[in-house]
């Protein structure tokens, strides 16, 4: 701080200084500030004091100038004593003597400006002797200590009353007087204040009396607490709060108990603000950490509680657990000592004072104060009187008087709230420190419940401004938070009160089930962990519901169902969660607990609702079993109870849609099981693959019959439910998105969702979401209207192009849009025009159906590449996919049988005497309605499909085009539309059936019955390994209905001749599609109809063991299903049913403890088809035969009669080429390849060609009339020349199957040649061998174009070959059983040991690639493929011209005779070679005994399928020959080093494939197949296991 005075002043004092002094004085002291003025002139008068003490200046001089300074202000002899007493401290300190000296002389020269008083008061005593003020300074100190003790510490007040009994007496009848008159505080304080002075009365006590007084007459408060309040202005403002702390603080010892009236007094006190809550709280016991330490205490203690409850205790150790508690319990009786801050709490909210209340439960912990009865109590009554009008306005229910409450008398209370905006001011908060304990007061629950119920409804209504919509919004989220914080744990610490659970409910249901379940989530989840009261609720809800559970039964499902109501009423989610998890370990207890949850409000069944969703999204459980194969069973049990319970009570099924397609969304489709489940349920319509034909049937019906018969159970009340699953799907626009996203999630199910798990759940998945979309589609057809319906689904091409929908999905929800649209069309020409005439409708109705269906043909034509559209029109395709069974055919025999049931009821009704009379007669008047309505329906379906085939016998000319061929027809035809569909259900698959038959009837152009039964029935092993099981049971009831429908043909001539023999689809010359003319020679005859019926069965037969034989799960299965499907037509011929029985007896044995599920299928196909056997016929009833004769030469052998797929011509070839060395086989495959090369580019080069399954078009055909009339020697060469090269590599490139059957008839003939030579003297074999190679040569030279009609040689040469092969067969069995030394070996028919296990892999490869010829695509458009493709099975129905060059490329045709016969020479001198080297063996053979066992276990173990096989199934099965040779070398020690060759690479082959390794190398395979056509030779020596394996092949 800078100097006042500078030192100039001081020097110069005489001169100037002192008037400076002055002036600066007199400056400061005007100074405006004072607090400034007044410190300025401390620092001057201190600093000139200084100066003094310093010697600077003289005292006199100091003095003088003060005087003059001193009147400058009146408190300057104030300031100059502080300066002074300032100074007297410092120079007391200082050991310089003089300049003490200097301060007394100061102070003395001063002492009339300052009274002694002051300096007596200020200066230290010793100072005071010094100036003589004072005579000593120990008398004075004792002095001022006695006076002290008098002020301060003698009593002149009297405290006690019994000191001044007289003084407090009045004062007691002052304040105790009647205060009703006119009395006011003011009077009564001047009173008390005379009588504090009149007797010496303790203020402080006196105010304690007035405190006491107020206590006893709490009435009063309008007069004593203005009095307290006037009082006060005389007291300290701590010591009202001290004397209400000491009060307290006398209530605090253990016994003490604190009264009411005390709180109240300082409530009031508090709520009046004369004292602070702080100042009051601290006097308040207990501490706020011994609050929290008893918080916390509770909480371990609820936790061990729900311990207990959990753990599983002995016997033994319950007892001493039960005394420890009765230990602790006695403990627990003590009284705790008495918690003021509560009852200080609950007297302020009596009183009505929110705002000092909250600041005291702020400071405890949550809950808390409220979890104390009284406390909670009185705060639910302060939120009665502050909702009263509100609710009076708008809460009170429609009759209900109730009974209004008073509001608070003080003004001070919280407003009460008239709007719902003032609710969230106050209440709400209430609300919230309540929490859980709103229980305390139901009614006070109610009213809150009715509250939200009216403010939703106002919030539900629309028309308020932008404004009031958020401040309800506002209000709706607070709202949802009461329910959650306060409502739901107040509901679960209630006492099973089922009237509030109903009551909440009317408010909840207003909420969307969004909003309700997230509720529900945080009520389960989280609202049981936030307090101990209700952590011990929950354990006790589990140790109950567990209790329950274990006595639940079907027999007690009353009482405990009553049990288990009271139970949810308050704890909903606890229990059902805890019986959830029951219903998912034991399945058994899913239809006592539906039946037992009679007993639940709506709220809880809300609750159920939700806890099933919970429980089916468990994220920690897996939904497949440990195998990865099948859905878990926990998921199949909650889907079963979900089914169940939606039916039975009225639960919401928002949730659930959302649910499953929520999941659907996220790609994953097993939760479909529960949609599945509970459409079954509710609609009442059951998806199974069970279903008898009897049930199909009706099915194809109406309504009514398909309720009747059509289901396993009777589908009874189901009218509700459905209606409720319907409102549930419209409401939420769930029904299109969720078909949509099964359309789409079939195909996901493979290709997403199935990357990694096993095929088989694949499957299953692929099947639930398949017939959950067929069961789905099912009901929204029967239950929307067609409003809804048509509103809701788009066009086909909008499902398709858009949403990605599969076709045969989005025409399956298409098709009852169409039905609708073309009935109400109909129905509004007919009302247009009254015209009744059949005619007239059938007119009508054919308009209305153009009228709809014309934009759908447009809609069809984008599905498909334009290429399609030459085949098929696409008004065929629409209405193929359009139509159903319901369309084509009516179900009389189901009409006749329900009626009939219905009859007998009637009679049993009649008979029932115990029945009472009216019951009766309403039991047949329902019989009577019904069958009246079955009887109309029938009328009226049979009006219908009149109507439908009048309409396709229009359509029917435009609607197959064949602009390629009728081959390539036929593929369209099956791909696009049979295929699809009869996988699709099972009355697809009817229905599939029935309309080939219809398009047959119709005499459709261009369509080829015959063609499409045989691509039916010929290769059926990709189609039946590309299905999923439920596919594959309705493949099998596609190819039931197919073959039931060629049964029928087959069983009689005259059927035959009535529905097929004068019909374009039975003609066996496809010509060019312009014509198709009626020559009777064209049409196929009974008989040769019944061999290709034939070869049909041995396709089946073929295919059916190439399944069985692969190992295969997916093969083995779906085989298995189809041929429990076919069994009624199938197998009908004795020798394919045996090996069938065969096959499937081995499978039952290998797969017994491997896959029991393919054993289970296995054995039960077994024991069915034992039952058929008797049914079944020998091959020749089966199809007629012709007796040999001797020196006919076959031209060709038909797959179908008997001689199914033997070796002909074709073998003979290979086997000469065979018998020369490798490197003349080479060169003679490279020249044949030649020709093909040569055969192809002829083929190539003529576009207009136009074959259908190998016949050529009209040049060829020309050439096939020619060759049926005459038959001339120049042609029949020409075929003969073009018909050997089969057998050479070229061969086999064209026509597989083609070749096979020759070749195979041929090996045949030589096996049973080799037999006869076997058994017979030489010289007879020879003789026989002999005959054998003429004939066979001469098959070879008569070779010619395959024709079906092929009558009188095929008969002939069918009778030769029967009778010789039955000869053989016997001969053969005696022969083993010789042999073998009489050890029997099952021979059963001509078929031995099909298809051996190692060679499975090869022929899958094999079938492979056929199949890539067979079905190629469309646009695949090769004339020569398309020759070839059908030739496949087909040899025995339609004219097989293996090369189909036309007339103009002769050259080409000279070239290939060249090269032809120049290989027929080589091969006729090479199988002279063989004649001679075989009869060697023969003779060698016989002669060695040691040979027969050896060759006979060779046999055995070939029927076992041990031995492998090449790769085609032209030499399928190891020859004998190889080891015997290979033995016969050793002995004889063989010269001719070319066979020797041969036979070793043979040997090394068989003992190669014998080893059983599927996987060959490439370089295997090619080596392979070089042997092949080296190896036929063996088919000599093979005999008839070649033969049979080569039938099943």
Same mark, same amino acid.
């Given at each position: 701080?800078?100097?006042?005075?500078?030192?100039?002043?001081?020097?110069?004092?005489?001169?100037?200084? +002192?008037?400076?002094?002055?002036?600066?004085?007199?400056?400061?002291?005007?100074?405006?500030?004072?607090?400034?003025?007044?410190?300025?002139?401390?620092?001057?008068?201190?600093?000139?004091?200084?100066?003094?003490?310093?010697?600077?200046?003289?005292?006199?001089?100091?003095?003088?100038?003060?005087?003059?300074?001193?009147?400058?202000?009146?408190?300057?002899?104030?300031?100059?004593?502080?300066?002074?007493?300032?100074?007297? #401290?410092?120079?007391?300190?200082?050991?310089?003597?003089?300049?003490?000296?200097?301060?007394?002389?100061?102070?003395?020269?001063?002492?009339?400006?300052?009274?002694?008083?002051?300096?007596?008061?200020?200066?230290?005593?010793?100072?005071?002797?010094?100036?003589?003020?004072?005579?000593?300074?120990?008398?004075?100190?004792?002095?001022?200590?006695?006076?002290?003790?008098?002020?301060?510490?003698?009593?002149?007040?009297?405290?006690?009353?019994?000191?001044?009994?007289?003084?407090?007496?009045?004062?007691?009848?002052?304040?105790?007087?009647?205060?009703?008159?006119?009395?006011?505080?003011?009077?009564?304080?001047?009173?008390?204040?005379?009588?504090?002075?009149?007797?010496?009365?303790?203020?402080?006590?006196?105010?304690?009396? #007035?405190?006491?007084?107020?206590?006893?007459?709490?009435?009063?408060?309008?007069?004593?607490?203005?009095?307290?309040?006037?009082?006060?202005?005389?007291?300290?403002?701590?010591?009202?709060?001290?004397?209400?702390?000491?009060?307290?603080?006398?209530?605090?010892?253990?016994?003490?108990?604190?009264?009411?009236?005390?709180?109240?007094?300082?409530?009031?006190?508090?709520?009046?603000?004369?004292?602070?809550?702080?100042?009051?709280?601290?006097?308040?016991?207990?501490?706020?950490?011994?609050?929290?330490?008893?918080?916390?205490?509770?909480?371990?203690?609820? +936790?061990?509680?729900?311990?207990?409850?959990?753990?599983?205790?002995?016997?033994?150790?319950?007892?001493?657990?039960?005394?420890?508690?009765?230990?602790?319990?006695?403990?627990?009786?003590?009284?705790?000592?008495?918690?003021?801050?509560?009852?200080?709490?609950?007297?302020?909210?009596?009183?009505?004072?929110?705002?000092?209340?909250?600041?005291?439960?702020?400071?405890?912990?949550?809950?808390?104060?409220?979890?104390?009865?009284?406390?909670?109590?009185?705060?639910?009554?302060?939120?009665?009187?502050?909702?009263?009008?509100?609710?009076?306005?708008?809460?009170?229910?429609?009759?209900?008087?109730?009974?209004?409450?008073?509001?608070?008398?003080?003004?001070?209370?919280?407003?009460?709230?008239?709007?719902?905006?003032?609710?969230?001011?106050?209440?709400?908060?209430?609300?919230?420190?309540?929490?859980?304990?709103?229980?305390?007061?139901?009614?006070?629950?109610?009213?809150?419940?009715?509250?939200?119920?009216?403010?939703?409804?106002?919030?539900?209504?629309?028309?308020?401004?932008?404004?009031?919509?958020?401040?309800?919004?506002?209000?709706?989220?607070?709202? &949802?938070?009461?329910?959650?914080?306060?409502?739901?744990?107040?509901?679960?610490?209630?006492?099973?009160?089922?009237?509030? *659970?109903?009551?909440?409910?009317?408010?909840?249901?207003?909420?969307?089930?969004?909003?309700?379940?997230?509720?529900?989530?945080?009520?389960?989840?989280?609202?049981?962990?936030?307090?101990?009261?209700?952590?011990?609720?929950?354990?006790?809800?589990?140790?109950?519901?567990?209790?329950?559970?274990?006595?639940?039964?079907?027999?007690?499902?009353?009482?405990?169902?009553?049990?288990?109501?009271?139970?949810?009423?308050?704890?909903?989610?606890?229990?059902?969660?805890?019986? &959830?998890?029951?219903?998912?370990?034991?399945?058994?207890?899913?239809?006592?607990?539906?039946? *037992?949850?009679?007993?639940?409000?709506?709220?809880?069944?809300?609750?159920?609702?939700?806890?099933?969703?919970?429980?089916?999204?468990?994220?920690?459980?897996?939904?497949?079993?440990?195998?990865?194969?099948?859905?878990?069973?926990?998921?199949?049990?909650?889907?079963?109870?979900?089914?169940?319970?939606?039916?039975?009570?009225?639960?919401?099924?928002?949730?659930?849609?959302?649910?499953?397609?929520?999941?659907?969304?996220?790609? +994953?489709?097993?939760?479909?099981? #529960?949609?599945?489940?509970?459409?079954?349920?509710?609609?009442?319509?059951?998806?199974?693959?069970?279903?008898? $034909?009897?049930?199909?049937?009706?099915?194809?019906?109406?309504?009514?019959?398909?309720?009747?018969?059509?289901?396993?159970?009777?589908?009874?009340?189901?009218?509700?439910?459905?209606?409720?699953?319907?409102?549930?799907?419209?409401?939420?626009?769930?029904?299109?998105?969720?078909?949509?996203?099964?359309?789409?999630?079939?195909?996901?199910?493979?290709?997403?969702?199935?990357?990694?798990?096993?095929?088989?759940?694949?499957?299953?998945?692929?099947?639930?979401?398949?017939?959950?979309?067929?069961?789905?589609?099912?009901?929204?057809?029967?239950?929307?209207?067609?409003?809804?319906?048509?509103?809701?689904?788009?066009?086909?091409?909008?499902?398709?192009?858009?949403?990605?929908?599969?076709?045969?999905?989005?025409?399956?929800?298409?098709?009852?849009?169409?039905?609708?649209?073309?009935?109400?069309?109909?129905?509004?020409?007919?009302?247009?025009?009254?015209?009744?005439?059949?005619?007239?409708?059938?007119?009508?109705?054919?308009?209305?159906?153009?009228?709809?269906?014309?934009?759908?043909?447009?809609?069809?034509?984008?599905?498909?590449?334009?290429?399609?559209?030459?085949?098929?029109?696409? @008004?065929?395709?629409?209405?193929?996919?359009?139509?159903?069974?319901?369309?084509?055919?009516?179900?009389?025999?189901?009409?006749?049988?329900?009626?009939?049931?219905?009859?007998?009821?009637?009679?049993?009704?009649?008979?029932?005497?115990?029945?009472?009379?009216?019951?009766?007669?309403?039991?047949?008047?329902?019989?009577?309605?019904?069958?009246?309505?079955?009887?109309?329906?029938?009328?009226?379906?049979?009006?219908?499909?009149?109507?439908?085939?009048?309409?396709?016998?229009?359509?029917?000319?435009?609607?197959?085009?064949?602009?390629?061929?009728?081959?390539?027809?036929?593929?369209?035809?099956?791909?696009?539309?049979?295929?699809?569909?009869?996988?699709?259900?099972?009355?697809?698959?009817?229905?599939?059936?029935?309309?080939?038959?219809?398009?047959?009837?119709?005499?459709?152009?261009?369509?080829?019955?015959?063609?499409?039964?045989?691509?039916?029935?010929?290769?059926?092993?990709?189609?039946?390994?590309?299905?999923?099981?439920?596919?594959?049971?309705?493949?099998?009831?596609?190819?039931?209905?197919?073959?039931?429908?060629?049964?029928?043909?087959?069983?009689?001539?005259?059927?035959?001749?009535?529905?097929?023999?004068?019909?374009?689809?039975?003609?066996?010359?496809?010509?060019?599609?312009?014509?198709?003319?009626?020559?009777?020679?064209?049409?196929?005859?009974?008989?040769?109809?019944?061999?290709?019926?034939?070869?049909?069965?041995?396709?089946?037969?073929?295919?059916?063991?190439?399944?069985?034989?692969?190992?295969?799960?997916?093969?083995?299965?779906?085989?298995?299903?189809?041929?429990?499907?076919?069994?009624?037509?199938?197998?009908?011929?004795?020798?394919?049913?045996?090996?069938?029985?065969?096959?499937?007896?081995?499978?039952?044995?290998?797969?017994?403890?491997?896959?029991?599920?393919?054993?289970?299928?296995? $054995?039960?196909?077994?024991? @069915?088809?034992?039952?058929?056997?008797?049914?079944?016929?020998?091959?020749?009833?089966?199809?007629?035969?012709?007796?040999?004769?001797?020196?006919?030469?076959?031209?060709?052998?038909?797959?179908?009669?008997?001689?199914?797929? $033997?070796?002909?011509?074709?073998?003979?070839?290979?086997?000469?080429?065979?018998?020369?060395?490798?490197?003349?086989?080479?060169?003679?495959?490279?020249?044949?390849?030649?020709?093909?090369?040569?055969?192809?580019?002829?083929?190539?080069?003529?576009?207009?060609?136009?074959?259908?399954?190998?016949?050529?078009?009209?040049?060829?055909?020309?050439?096939?009339?020619?060759?049926?009339?005459?038959?001339?020697? +120049?042609?029949?060469?020409?075929?003969?020349?073009?018909?050997?090269?089969?057998?050479?590599?070229? $061969?086999?490139?064209?026509?597989?199957?083609?070749?096979?059957?020759?070749?195979?008839?041929?090996?045949?003939?030589?096996?049973?040649?080799?037999?006869?030579?076997?058994?017979?003297?030489?010289?007879?074999?020879?003789?026989?061998?002999?005959?054998?190679?003429?004939?066979?040569?001469?098959?070879?030279?008569?070779?010619?174009?395959?024709?079906?009609?092929?009558?009188?040689?095929?008969?002939?040469?069918?009778?030769?070959?029967?009778?010789?092969?039955?000869?053989?067969?016997?001969?053969?069995?005696?022969?083993?059983?010789?042999?073998?030394?009489?050890?029997?070996?099952?021979?059963?028919?001509?078929?031995?040991?099909?298809?051996?296990? !190692?060679?499975?892999?090869?022929?899958?490869?094999?079938?492979?690639?056929?199949?890539?010829?067979?079905?190629?695509?469309?646009?695949?458009?090769?004339?020569?493929?398309?020759?070839?493709?059908?030739?496949?099975? *087909? !040899?025995?129905?339609?004219?097989?011209?293996?090369?189909?060059?036309?007339?103009?490329?002769?050259?080409?045709?000279?070239?290939?005779?060249?090269?032809?016969?120049?290989?027929?020479?080589?091969?006729?001198?090479?199988?002279?070679?063989?004649?001679?080297?075989?009869?060697?063996?023969?003779?060698?053979?016989?002669?060695?005994?040691?040979?027969?066992?050896?060759?006979?276990?060779?046999?055995?173990?070939?029927?076992?399928?041990?031995?492998?096989? *090449?790769?085609?199934?032209?030499?399928?099965?190891?020859?004998?020959?190889?080891?015997?040779?290979?033995?016969?070398?050793?002995?004889?020690?063989?010269?001719?080093?070319?066979?020797?060759?041969?036979?070793?690479?043979?040997?090394?082959?068989?003992?190669?494939?014998?080893?059983?390794?599927?996987?060959?190398?490439?370089?295997?395979?090619?080596?392979?197949?070089?042997?092949?056509?080296?190896?036929?030779?063996?088919?000599?020596?093979?005999?008839?296991?070649?033969?049979?394996?080569?039938?099943?092949?």
């Amino acid at each position: 701080m800078a100097a006042l005075l500078p030192a100039e002043w001081i020097k110069n004092w005489e001169k100037g200084g +002192k008037s400076e002094f002055v002036q600066l004085c007199r400056a400061l002291s005007e100074n405006k500030n004072h607090d400034v003025g007044f410190r300025d002139i401390q620092q001057a008068l201190y600093e000139l004091a200084y100066h003094v003490v310093r010697g600077n200046l003289k005292h006199d001089q100091a003095s003088n100038v003060l005087g003059d300074v001193i009147e400058f202000r009146e408190d300057m002899p104030s300031i100059l004593a502080d300066v002074f007493c300032i100074l007297d #401290i410092e120079t007391s300190c200082l050991e310089e003597k003089n300049k003490r000296d200097h301060f007394t002389q100061l102070v003395l020269a001063c002492l009339y400006l300052v009274s002694d008083t002051v300096l007596k008061e200020r200066l230290d005593p010793e100072t005071l002797e010094s100036l003589g003020l004072i005579k000593q300074s120990q008398q004075f100190n004792q002095k001022s200590v006695k006076i002290k003790t008098k002020l301060f510490y003698k009593q002149q007040k009297f405290n006690l009353l019994r000191e001044e009994n007289e003084g407090y007496a009045k004062l007691i009848a002052e304040l105790g007087q009647d205060l009703s008159g006119n009395i006011t505080s003011d009077l009564i304080l001047e009173n008390i204040k005379s009588l504090i002075g009149c007797f010496n009365l303790d203020p402080n006590r006196v105010l304690d009396i #007035i405190l006491e007084v107020y206590e006893c007459r709490p009435e009063y408060d309008d007069f004593f607490v203005p009095l307290i309040e006037s009082y006060m202005y005389m007291c300290e403002p701590q010591t009202l709060c001290h004397i209400l702390g000491f009060k307290f603080k006398f209530y605090q010892d253990p016994s003490g108990e604190t009264p009411s009236s005390l709180y109240r007094v300082a409530a009031v006190l508090l709520q009046h603000n004369l004292i602070d809550l702080e100042d009051l709280y601290v006097h308040l016991l207990p501490g706020d950490n011994a609050i929290m330490e008893e918080h916390k205490r509770e909480i371990v203690e609820a +936790k061990q509680i729900v311990r207990k409850l959990t753990m599983v205790v002995l016997s033994s150790e319950k007892t001493e657990e039960k005394e420890k508690e009765k230990e602790k319990e006695e403990e627990k009786t003590e009284k705790p000592p008495d918690n003021q801050k509560l009852g200080l709490l609950e007297a302020l909210l009596k009183i009505g004072d929110w705002h000092h209340a909250q600041s005291i439960m702020d400071q405890m912990p949550p809950f808390y104060a409220t979890s104390h009865k009284p406390i909670a109590v009185a705060l639910c009554q302060l939120v009665h009187v502050t909702i009263e009008p509100l609710y009076r306005r708008v809460g009170v229910p429609k009759g209900a008087k109730g009974s209004p409450i008073a509001s608070l008398p003080n003004k001070r209370a919280p407003k009460q709230a008239e709007s719902f905006e003032e609710l969230r001011k106050e209440v709400f908060n209430m609300l919230c420190y309540l929490g859980p304990h709103l229980s305390h007061d139901p009614i006070l629950f109610a009213k809150v419940v009715r509250l939200g119920k009216a403010f939703m409804k106002e919030f539900q209504s629309d028309g308020s401004k932008q404004e009031d919509k958020e401040k309800m919004e506002t209000l709706f989220s607070c709202l &949802l938070s009461i329910t959650d914080q306060v409502l739901l744990p107040s509901l679960s610490l209630m006492d099973c009160n089922a009237c509030m *659970s109903e009551e909440l409910w009317g408010m909840f249901k207003t909420f969307p089930y969004q909003y309700r379940y997230r509720l529900y989530g945080q009520w389960k989840n989280e609202t049981y962990n936030s307090h101990p009261l209700l952590v011990k609720v929950k354990a006790q809800t589990i140790d109950r519901a567990k209790y329950i559970m274990k006595r639940l039964t079907k027999e007690n499902v009353k009482p405990s169902g009553r049990q288990i109501g009271k139970l949810s009423h308050s704890n909903p989610t606890i229990l059902f969660d805890y019986i &959830l998890s029951q219903i998912q370990k034991y399945d058994n207890l899913i239809t006592p607990v539906v039946d *037992s949850l009679k007993y639940l409000t709506s709220l809880n069944y809300d609750v159920l609702a939700y806890c099933i969703i919970e429980a089916l999204a468990n994220p920690e459980k897996e939904r497949m079993k440990h195998d990865d194969t099948t859905i878990s069973s926990w998921l199949q049990s909650l889907a079963s109870f979900c089914g169940a319970v939606f039916r039975k009570y009225p639960i919401e099924l928002a949730g659930l849609l959302q649910y499953v397609a929520n999941q659907l969304k996220a790609g +994953k489709s097993f939760d479909l099981l #529960i949609l599945k489940e509970v459409v079954q349920k509710m609609a009442g319509i059951e998806i199974t693959e069970e279903m008898t $034909m009897e049930q199909l049937e009706a099915m194809t019906g109406g309504e009514q019959l398909k309720a009747e018969g059509g289901y396993f159970g009777q589908i009874r009340n189901t009218k509700k439910s459905s209606q409720r699953l319907k409102d549930a799907l419209l409401d939420h626009d769930l029904a299109l998105p969720l078909c949509l996203l099964m359309a789409q999630q079939r195909n996901g199910v493979i290709f997403q969702e199935g990357g990694e798990k096993h095929l088989k759940l694949v499957g299953k998945l692929y099947d639930q979401c398949h017939d959950t979309l067929v069961q789905f589609g099912g009901f929204l057809a029967s239950n929307l209207s067609t409003e809804d319906y048509i509103k809701r689904v788009p066009s086909i091409d909008v499902l398709c192009n858009e949403f990605h929908t599969p076709h045969d999905a989005a025409f399956f929800l298409s098709r009852p849009m169409y039905a609708h649209h073309i009935s109400s069309k109909y129905d509004e020409l007919k009302k247009a025009e009254k015209g009744n005439k059949q005619q007239h409708k059938v007119h009508k109705y054919i308009t209305s159906c153009e009228l709809v269906m014309a934009p759908v043909h447009e809609a069809v034509i984008s599905l498909h590449l334009p290429k399609v559209w030459d085949d098929i029109s696409p @008004q065929f395709y629409a209405t193929f996919w359009s139509l159903t069974m319901y369309d084509l055919a009516v179900p009389h025999s189901s009409y006749d049988r329900e009626v009939n049931k219905l009859k007998v009821q009637m009679k049993a009704i009649d008979d029932n005497q115990e029945m009472p009379p009216n019951k009766k007669k309403k039991e047949k008047e329902r019989c009577t309605a019904l069958q009246d309505k079955l009887l109309e329906e029938e009328k009226k379906q049979l009006e219908h499909v009149q109507r439908v085939l009048q309409r396709l016998k229009l359509e029917k000319d435009n609607w197959l085009l064949a602009k390629s061929t009728k081959n390539e027809t036929i593929t369209k035809f099956l791909q696009l539309c049979i295929f699809p569909r009869c996988i699709f259900s099972a009355i697809d698959a009817v229905y599939c059936a029935h309309f080939v038959e219809l398009v047959h009837q119709q005499k459709t152009p261009n369509f080829s019955t015959l063609l499409c039964y045989d691509r039916v029935f010929s290769d059926i092993i990709y189609t039946v390994a590309s299905c999923t099981e439920n596919e594959a049971s309705r493949y099998g009831r596609f190819l039931c209905c197919m073959l039931e429908t060629v049964t029928r043909w087959h069983s009689d001539r005259v059927i035959y001749e009535k529905e097929c023999g004068n019909y374009p689809g039975f003609l066996t010359i496809l010509r060019a599609t312009g014509f198709d003319g009626g020559n009777k020679a064209d049409q196929l005859d009974y008989e040769n109809f019944r061999h290709v019926v034939h070869k049909w069965h041995y396709k089946l037969t073929k295919a059916s063991v190439h399944c069985l034989e692969t190992g295969e799960y997916t093969h083995i299965r779906n085989i298995l299903i189809v041929l429990t499907k076919i069994l009624p037509w199938y197998p009908k011929v004795l020798n394919l049913g045996q090996a069938l029985e065969r096959r499937v007896h081995k499978i039952c044995q290998e797969e017994k403890e491997k896959r029991p599920d393919l054993y289970a299928l296995a $054995m039960g196909y077994s024991g @069915q088809l034992k039952s058929r056997k008797p049914f079944m016929i020998p091959e020749n009833e089966f199809h007629h035969k012709d007796p040999p004769a001797r020196n006919a030469v076959p031209a060709t052998v038909q797959n179908g009669p008997g001689g199914a797929g $033997m070796p002909t011509s074709l073998t003979i070839n290979t086997v000469r080429l065979e018998e020369g060395t490798a490197e003349e086989t080479d060169k003679l495959k490279e020249k044949s390849q030649g020709v093909v090369k040569v055969i192809n580019k002829t083929v190539n080069a003529t576009p207009k060609v136009t074959t259908s399954n190998g016949n050529s078009a009209s040049n060829s055909k020309i050439i096939k009339e020619k060759d049926d009339k005459e038959k001339s020697g +120049k042609e029949k060469d020409k075929e003969k020349k073009d018909k050997t090269p089969a057998a050479t590599p070229e $061969m086999k490139a064209l026509g597989k199957d083609g070749k096979d059957k020759p070749k195979e008839e041929r090996a045949n003939k030589e096996e049973k040649a080799r037999e006869i030579k076997e058994k017979t003297p030489k010289s007879d074999k020879e003789k026989e061998k002999v005959k054998k190679e003429e004939k066979a040569s001469k098959e070879e030279k008569s070779k010619t174009v395959v024709t079906i009609v092929e009558s009188k040689s095929t008969a002939e040469k069918e009778r030769e070959k029967e009778p010789s092969r039955e000869r053989d067969l016997a001969k053969e069995m005696k022969s083993k059983e010789n042999a073998k030394g009489g050890e029997k070996v099952p021979v059963a028919g001509s078929l031995k040991s099909p298809v051996p296990r !190692s060679e499975t892999s090869e022929s899958e490869r094999e079938q492979k690639r056929r199949k890539v010829d067979t079905h190629s695509s469309p646009s695949h458009s090769s004339t020569v493929k398309d020759n070839l493709n059908e030739l496949k099975d *087909s !040899s025995a129905k339609h004219y097989i011209n293996h090369t189909t060059p036309t007339m103009s490329k002769s050259k080409e045709r000279e070239v290939e005779k060249k090269d032809l016969d120049k290989s027929r020479e080589r091969s006729r001198e090479r199988e002279k070679k063989d004649e001679k080297d075989r009869k060697e063996r023969k003779r060698d053979h016989s002669n060695s005994d040691r040979e027969v066992p050896q060759d006979s276990t060779k046999r055995r173990k070939e029927e076992n399928g041990t031995t492998g096989s *090449s790769k085609h199934s032209k030499s399928e099965s190891p020859s004998d020959s190889p080891r015997l040779n290979e033995k016969e070398k050793e002995k004889n020690k063989s010269k001719s080093s070319g066979k020797e060759k041969g036979d070793s690479i043979k040997a090394e082959k068989m003992e190669k494939s014998s080893s059983g390794s599927k996987k060959e190398s490439r370089h295997d395979k090619e080596k392979a197949e070089k042997k092949d056509k080296r190896d036929s030779a063996g088919g000599k020596e093979e005999k008839k296991h070649h033969k049979s394996s080569d039938k099943h092949r």
